[in-house]
Every structure is written in C-alpha cells, then in structure tokens.
C-alpha cells in the first residue's frame, strides 16, 4: 500500500486548509490525523527558525527547541525597544534645548526692532523739521523775491529819471563839443532854439563824436568820464534788439520802437566796432618810464618804495598783466645801432597803457626821442604823467640840452590828457599822489571803474559767489586774442575754393555733422578758421558764431570741460539765464548739447561753432564724444584736425583737405615778397623754387617763415645765408636755424645764458611767461637787450603774446625749443623748480596773483604727489578754479595726487577753518564773508560731485558764519538755507 508520504509528496502533514475548508460537523467520515515519524529537514529547521514561537509547530520538533526560539526573539526585541526610547528621549532633550535656543533668539530680535522703531521715530521726527526748515525757508525765499521786485520797480524809475538826465547831458555835451569845433575851425556858430537844435542833434551828435577824443582827454576829464570798457558794456547791453527781449524792463528799454530791419543793420555795425573795444582791452598793463640822468635818485625812491610793486600786485590780483619799462642809459648803447634802438622804443611807447617821465635839467638823444614819440608829435594820444622840477641848469656845456628839456616842460604845461607833478617825490605824499595818478589813467585805459568784486543780484554764478574780480574770468578775451594772432600770415593762397565749401556747409538744409578741415602741421587750418570767422561776423550779423582756438596740449586752452563751460556761459547769456553752470564734468558735457539745441531754436540764424586744433584737447574723443550724435537743425559746426592724429571715428565726417602749396603759389608768395623789399636773382629764385617741392618744404608755414628770414637780410647776408637756409629739411630745423641765428650773435656769455634761460622759461609753462616773471627770475636781464630780442621773436614767428603772456606761436617753434635748449632733463626740472618757487612766493601776500592758481599746480605735476596736494590745499588755489569754472582740473589734480573726493573735501574744510580763526579779530566783517563764501563754493562742489553727506557741514557753517555776521533776513542767508535743503533732498 505504500507510506504516508505518498499522499502528499509536497508536505509531510495536512492541514485543515489543505482540505478546502472541509467541516467536520457537517461530513459523515471521521478524518484522523496519523502521527509519522519523519526526520526534520534542513530546509524545515531554517524555517522554524525564521517564523519564532508564533509559528505552527512541526511534527516531531522539540518543545524545549521551540521556547528556546522564543525567549531569544523576545529579549532581543525588548533590547531594541529600550534603545529606541533612550534614542527619543535624547532627542526630546535636543528638541527643548533648540526650543529655548529659539526662544532666546526671539527675544533679542523683539528688542532690535523696539530699538529700529524708535531710530525710525527720530528720522520721522527730523525728516520733518527739515521740511519744516524747508519751508520757512521757501518763505523766506519768497519775501526776498517780492522785496527784490519792489526793489527792481524803484531801480526801473530810478533808472528811466537817470536815462533821461544823461541823454540831456549828452545832448549838451555834444553841442559844445560842436562849438568848440566851430570855434576852433573858424566855422561861425548859429543862434538856434532848443527846438531847432533838437531838430538838428543828429548832425551835431556825428560831429561830436568824431572830434572828442582831443577835448576828453584833460585831467578833470580823467576822473569823471566813463572809461572803454564801460562803452563797450553798454554796446554789448543794447546788442539785443526787441525781439530778444524776455521781459517787461527789457521792453520798455530805449530801443522798444526799433524795428527789425533796422536793427539788423544796426547789429552789423557794432559787430564790426566790438573787435576794437575788445583790442583796447588786452589785459596787459605797460608802464613805459623815462628819465634823464639827474632823475635817477628819484626814480630810486619810486622803485624802491613799492610804489610800482604795490600796482603790479592789484592789477596782477584782478587778472592783468603788468609791465615796467625803462631803458638804462649805457655808454655801450651809443656802439649799438642808434636806429635800432629808436624803432624800438618808440614801438614799445606805441603799445605802452601810461608813458611816465621824469624830467630833470638837461636829457640826452634817447630820452628825447622818448618824449618826442610819446607826447610831441601827437599831443593828447598817449596819457601820460611827468614829474620834474624846477631848477636852472649850472653847467655851461649843457645849454642845449637845458633849452630842449626847458621848451618841453612848457609845451606839455598846456597839454591835454596829462598829469603833472612839479616837485621831488621824495616824500610819502609825493610817492602817493603818483601812485594814485597812475592808478587813475591806468583804469581809464584799461576801463577799470572799481577793484572791487562785484556780485550780481540773483546770480548764482561761481565768481558772483567767490566775489572774485577778474577782467577775463572763462578766457573770451584770450580767445579774441588768438582769433587775431592767428589771422597775422603772409600765406593764404588758395582760400577761395575752401570758403566755398565752408559757406556751402553753413547754407545747407538739414541736420548736418561737423565738418573736417583736415591738413598736416603748418598747412593754415588755423589761419583759414580764423579769417573765416572775420568774414561770418561781418557777413552773418544774426548768427552766433562761437570760436575756440587750442594752444599747445598742455595749455589750459586744452581742456575740453573748461571750453564747454565757457561756450555755455555765453548760451546761457543768449538766454539771459543766471543759473550757475554744474560743477560736475560729466553734466557739463552732457547740458552743452541741450544748450545748444535750446539756443539755435530762438537765434534767427541759427549756431556757428568752430573749434581749432580740436585733436589737442585732452580726451578729446571722450569729451566730444556727442558730435557723434545728430546735431540740431541750425546748428554748424567746423572743426580742424591734423591728418596724422584723426581719430578714426571722426574719418567719416565731410571733410575739408588742405595741400601743400604748389610752385605757383612758391613764386606768386616771392612776388608779394618782392613788393616789400626782398630783391632775389634769378638763380636764387631757382633755386628756392627747386627746394619747395618734397612735402615738408612745400609746407606753408616753412615758405611764409623762409620769406620772413630772407627779408631781413640784406644782399651779402642774403647770399651767404641762403645755403644754410635751403639746407634745411622741415619747419623744426628752420626754427632751429632762427634760433641759432639769433643766439649767435650774442656779445657775451651771460647775452647767450639770458637767451637760453628766456626760451626754456616760456616752454615749461603751461601757458607761457609775463615779462615781470621773466625780469623776476633773471635778474641780469634789461630792456636794452630784451627789447630789441623780443621785437626779433614775435617778427620771425617764434613768440607771441596774447593777454600779456609771451608763448610760441606755432608747434614747431615749442619742438625746436626742446630739441635745442631742453635736452637734458635736469635742465627742464631745473627750470620748472625755479618757476614753481617764484610763483609760490605770491601765495603768501594779501593779494594773490591769478597766474601762480593757474601756472603752480601743472609745474608740480612732475613731482611727487605731498608737493601737489599742498599747493593744491591751499584756499586761493580752490577760490581760483571754482570761480573760473575749472573744477574738472582741480579734480584731476587731486587724483594725481593720490587722494579721495573725501580727503579733498576734509582737507579744504580744514583749511577753511583755520582761515576763519585767523580772521576772527575782522572788525568789518569782510574776511568773515569772504571764509562762508569759501563754505558755501565747497558745499555746492561737493553736492554737485554727489558728495551729499560731506557737503553739509561746508553749508551748516556757512549759515553760521553769515547769521553771525548778517542779519537772518539776508539774501546771502536765504541762499545757503536754499542749497542747504538740495543737499538735504537729495
């Protein structure tokens, strides 16, 4: 039958499962489990083993094994339970640790921000007395407004009452000036009415002023008549017509019934006497001095009294340049040629502001001439002050002599235009009463009514603030007289063609680039621009042609942000603005082509604005960088480049190409030369002809400086020199040969240093030397050698002067200079330590001169940065750039010194406050308002330069200076609270 096995192969037992859920209860049959014994398998132990006590129990497994199983499982369970609560109660300790953490944490949070809240309360609390600072002085601002109108309504009838008193005046005036010249001229004098000669003033008023200049020029007349410049503010006043007027005053002026035809004419008319006004006043001040022997004691007690030197400090002080001219009587002169020295005197005299003569018993052949030139053959032209006395010559052998200087005190007794002084000056009066002469004609000439600063009502600009006093603050006259230096040339052949093109680019339609006149170094760019712009002024009355010529790259005619500033200055007073140009050089280039949009709108011919020698100007394609830009529609602009430092940027303008001259041109230049004097073979021509044909000897300005050498030579030197001059390769080296040729013939050797010393003087400066610099720093030098060499530089085109201030006239001029005198390098620091010592020893006086501000900090570049940051420290040095608009240059003299915005602004602080406790002891209270000026200038730089924290305490101490010495109501005091509450909003 088998074994039990065999019923199920796959188990041992079954199980009630195995029966498909069979019920016993409900079956017939008795089913019997039947015990067998089997030997347990491996594969059945290891799954008792896995399942534990609560699994089945097999047939035939051991109890005691079982249990075992059991107890095992249990222990190692409860194991595991107790570390898994020791691992939570752990936790739990490290979750309450972090809770308290927190907690703690939250804490100090809660009492941070009860701490920010109430920080946040007090900003709450001063925001708003600011604004209620704000706004008193927004009230304030507004009562001093309706004061100021009330002010202006009185001025205005105040005004219209003095108009009409001095034009009965004039009136007056004029008609005796046409009796005294009927009288004069034999003319009998017509008894008419007041109503004829109403009828009649014009032609008297003609008359009047073309023969006034011989009875204006008395003594009493000195000191009550109007001086140039005071005509020309006048012309320059009433340049603007009724149609640019922009307010009621202006329009209720004397021209309110000009038409505008009439006074377009009238325009053209005083643009052409303008230049004239603007020649009378150069800037350069010239004392031409006379003596005879006897006169020498007192000439030492002028000179060494200070008399001169107390003048040349106040008008040094007010921007003028000033010159002392006096020739010493040597026995060596009477070797020289006589002639020479007449020409040069009596030049000198010509060009001199006042002639002073001091005259004693007898003169010799040079002081007669002198006296002759300035005063003899034109009696009233040249103002003039003579000090003699009046004593009779003992000596038998000086008759002749006597009678002349004896006839001549008498002539000039009843002269015009004088001042006579007869009696020694050997006392404080005397001394005074000849400063005080000399300082009266000196501002009649110059048109100089007062010394004083002065400050306009309602103007914001930085001299109006500073209270500066300078003749030529942003450099227009200094540009006038470039324009007229560079119009002085022989060559201008072929312009025709090129002022076609230039007209054709001003009349053209259309928003147009700027126009490129593009030639090599010497090819008459700028004497092309120049006489162009002659040409514009006189031809196109209605449009505002603006000008800017470049010296050397060095100069402050370089800098690009102080030419904005000064063409905007003349926009803005196109617009009669008075706001205050930006202290900023970013907003500076960034308002000027919005000025000159705004501006070209309203002028009824629009913008014309030429720039010379615009690839000098430093960073010059950063600064100029909007001419990229589309330019407004009545706007032209010309520029001038050379063609070797274009930038490639500016290739793509139209362009204006100067070329060398031709042989033609060669021989049409030697034929106007000829007319002058110059006599030529036929072989020298040839020759010169044959020379002028590579690029550099075709050059212009190497032609126009050959004829200007060949004409000062007579036949023999002609022939001997003409070699060496053809012999030359470039303008550089024909500069080197007038050089050479002048240094030369010096006499001696200390003739030979003064020459070196003179010309390596002027190329170390920045913008050139004043002859009182040069008379300072050589103390050997005299006018009887200085006058003749210096006639000889400006004749051969190697110096110039412009304001008063000797320079080269052209780049190759400075570029023989250096190669010649400057090639050794300690020769140039030598000569830059000598000019920064002569020019910090102005600073330290009462009256400080413009030209150390400008001159010392570019002479201290070179050095190292302390020296720099001293001089540049100092308060005048910061009054003298702010006020010129020149902060972009004191700013990067501040970087080359190595220092922050803020250290600068510390700095000037400090200086300021020890200004201040200096003049504390000031009874007037001018010093006091001069240090909260000096505030106020800082806080408005360093606002403008986004300094807004440092510019506060600049501003606070202003207010405090100025309500201290003011009274609170002050207009003074209103304006600093006015900046005070910018920086503040800001």
């Known amino acids: ?261 009439d006074w377009t004419v009238a325009s053209a008319s005083i643009a052409q006497i303008l230049p004239a006004f603007a020649d009378a006043t150069s800037g350069e001040i010239v004392l031409y001095v006379a003596l005879t022997a006897d006169m020498l004691p007192e000439w030492d007690d002028v000179s060494g009294a200070g008399c001169l030197e107390e003048l040349r400090r106040r008008y040094e002080g007010s921007g003028h340049t000033f010159t002392v001219v006096q020739f010493v009587t040597e026995r060596k002169l009477a070797e020289q040629d006589p002639q020479l020295q007449f020409s040069v005197r009596r030049s000198l005299i010509a060009d001199c502001t006042v002639f002073l003569g001091l005259l004693g018993d007898h003169c010799n052949k040079f002081v007669s001439v002198e006296l002759n030139a300035a005063y003899v053959e034109s009696p009233g032209t040249k103002p003039c002050v003579f000090v003699y006395r009046a004593q009779q010559c003992t000596n038998a052998g000086c008759k002749s002599s006597h009678s002349e200087i004896q006839q001549f005190k008498a002539q000039i007794k009843e002269g015009n235009n004088i001042k006579l002084i007869n009696k020694t000056i050997n006392t404080k009066t005397s001394l005074s009463r000849l400063r005080d002469a000399l300082e009266s004609l000196i501002n009649r000439e110059m048109g100089i009514e007062d010394n004083t600063p002065t400050t306009v009502e309602g103007s914001e600009s930085p001299a109006s603030l500073c209270g500066v006093n300078h003749w030529d603050l942003l450099g227009d006259n200094q540009q006038h007289q470039m324009l007229n230096s560079a119009t002085r040339c022989l060559c201008c052949l072929g312009f025709e063609k090129h002022y076609e093109r230039l007209n054709a680019h001003i009349t053209a339609a259309g928003p147009l680039p700027p126009l490129l006149v593009s030639g090599a170094s010497g090819s008459g760019k700028s004497l092309l621009l120049a006489k162009w712009v002659r040409q514009l002024q006189e031809r196109l009355p209605t449009s505002l042609v603006l000008y800017h010529f470049v010296g050397s790259e060095r100069s402050s005619t370089a800098d690009p942000v102080a030419m904005l500033t000064r063409l905007t200055q003349q926009l803005m007073r196109r617009e009669n603005s008075l706001l205050a140009i930006s202290s900023d050089p970013t907003r500076i280039v960034g308002e000027f082509p919005q000025w000159l949009e705004r501006v070209s709108a309203k002028q009824p011919g629009g913008i014309i604005l030429v720039v010379d020698s615009m690839h000098q100007l430093q960073m010059a394609e950063v600064h100029m960088k909007w001419l990229l830009d589309p330019l407004p529609v009545d706007t032209r602009i010309v520029v001038t480049v050379d063609e070797d430092a274009c930038p490639q940027a500016w290739k793509a303008w139209p362009t204006v190409q100067l070329e060398a001259l031709s042989n033609h041109n060669v021989r049409q230049l030697l034929s106007v030369a000829a007319e002058k004097g110059l006599k030529l073979s036929a072989d020298q021509e040839t020759k010169i002809l044959t020379r002028c044909r590579t690029t ?251 300094l807004l924290k440092q510019a506060v305490a600049p501003l606070q101490r202003a207010l405090e200076v100025r309500e201290m010495a003011l009274d609170p109501d002050h207009p003074s005091v209103a304006q600093v609270l006015h900046q005070l509450s910018l920086s503040f909003i800001h």
């Open 1 to 261: 039958m088998g074994t039990g096995s065999s019923f199920n192969p796959r188990k041992d037992v079954f199980d009630e499962e195995d029966l498909g859920g069979y019920d016993a209860s409900t079956s017939k049959g008795v089913v019997k489990k039947i015990p067998i014994e089997v030997r347990p398998r491996r594969k059945l132990g290891n799954a008792l083993r896995s399942v534990g006590s609560f699994g089945r129990r097999n047939k035939g497994a051991s109890t005691r094994s079982a249990l075992s199983v059991d107890y095992e499982e249990v222990d190692k369970i409860r194991k595991e339970y107790e570390m898994f609560k020791l691992n939570k109660e752990n936790e739990l300790v490290g979750v309450q640790k972090k809770a308290d953490k927190l907690e703690n944490e939250n804490k100090r949070l809660r009492n941070e921000l009860q701490a920010l809240q109430k920080t946040c309360n007090k900003l709450r609390q001063e925001r708003d007395s600011a604004m209620d600072a704000e706004y008193q002085a927004l009230e304030r601002a507004s009562t001093f407004e309706n004061e100021r109108d009330k002010i202006q309504r009185q001025f205005k009838i105040f005004r219209e009452t003095k108009e009409k008193e001095l034009k009965n005046l004039l009136q007056a005036k004029r008609d005796l000036d046409t009796k005294v010249y009927k009288l004069r001229n034999g003319i009998p004098i017509e008894d008419r009415h007041a109503d004829d000669r109403g009828s009649t003033g014009g032609a008297d008023s003609v008359i009047g002023v073309g023969h006034q200049s011989s009875g204006d020029w008395g003594w009493s007349g000195l000191e009550t008549e109007h001086s140039l410049p005071g005509a020309a503010s006048v012309l320059h006043h009433s340049k603007l017509g009724p149609e640019m007027a922009h307010g009621l005053i202006e329009l209720e002026g004397p021209f309110m019934n000009v038409n505008r035809g």
């Open 696 to 946: 550099a000897t075709s050059n212009p300005l190497y032609v126009s400086l050959m004829i200007k050498l060949l004409l000062r030579m007579d036949a023999v030197q002609l022939e001997e020199q003409l070699a060496h001059i053809l012999s030359t390769d470039s303008t550089v080296q024909l500069y080197e040969y007038i050089l050479m040729s002048l240094h030369l013939p010096c006499t001696t050797a200390e003739e030979r240093e003064l020459f070196r010393k003179i010309l390596q003087f002027v190329y170390v400066s920045r913008d050139g030397a004043t002859v009182s610099e040069l008379f300072s720093l050589l103390p050997t030098l005299t006018w009887n050698y200085w006058g003749p060499l210096v006639e000889k530089l400006e004749r051969l085109g190697v110096l110039s002067s412009i304001c008063g201030v000797l320079t080269f006239q052209q780049k190759a001029a400075w570029n023989a200079v250096r190669d010649y005198y400057l090639q050794d390098p300690k020769a140039e620091s030598k000569c830059r330590d000598e000019l920064a010592t002569l020019h910090r020893s102005s600073l330290r006086g009462a009256r400080h001169s413009w030209r150390a501000a400008s001159e010392l900090p570019q002479l201290l570049c070179a050095g190292d940065g302390e020296r720099l940051q001293s001089c540049i420290s100092h308060p005048w040095i910061f009054q003298a750039s702010y006020s010129r608009g020149r902060c972009s240059e004191l700013l990067g003299y501040w970087q080359r010194a190595g220092a922050e915005r803020s250290t600068m602004a510390a700095t000037y602080f400090t200086a300021f406050k020890k200004l201040e406790d200096g003049c504390s002891r000031d009874e007037n209270g001018t010093e006091q308002a001069r240090v909260a000026n000096l505030y106020e200038a800082l806080g408005r730089l360093l606002k403008d330069i986004g």
